[in-house]
């Protein structure tokens, strides 16, 4: 059974950092690409970033040059570092595991998700 667990959320004014964490178990982390997700009131899902298994990256436009996706297949942990955020950023941040290895595989397990604040 996959869990996923994430941290690092909270509060931050605009412009601050913040470093979220996820730390994957039940499968084999190595051979799935992870990935990033937000969700804000009244919006849909949106990708923020993404990483495979061997460590290729995408990012949302929004994001691009602010967020930096990483893992440590080691540890079984993937994070995610926010620097200049901005209040568009305030949302509900879960981390996924996908059924594949590659960029773009579909997400099928997720975290139980981590709020994040930014203040104006």
């Known amino acids: 059974q996959v869990r996923l667990v994430e941290s690092g959320g909270g509060l931050v004014q605009a412009g601050g950092s913040l470093r979220l964490s996820c730390a994957a178990s039940?499968?084999?982390?190595?051979?799935?690409?992870m990935g990033w997700y937000r969700q804000a009131p009244g919006n849909q899902r949106e990708m923020v970033a993404e990483?495979?298994?061997?460590?290729?990256?995408n990012y949302a436009d929004s994001v691009k040059g602010r967020f930096i996706i990483s893992r440590d297949n080691a540890k079984s942990t993937v994070s995610l570092q926010m620097n200049n955020l901005e209040a568009e950023d305030t949302a509900v941040y879960y981390c996924?595991?996908?059924?594949?290895?590659?960029?773009?595989?579909?997400?099928?397990?997720w975290g139980q998700g981590t709020q994040v604040t930014v203040s104006a």
């Open positions: 039940g499968s084999i982390f190595i051979t799935a690409a």
């Open positions: 990483i495979s298994s061997l460590g290729r990256t």
């Open positions: 996924a595991r996908a059924r594949g290895a590659a960029l773009g595989s579909e997400f099928v397990f």
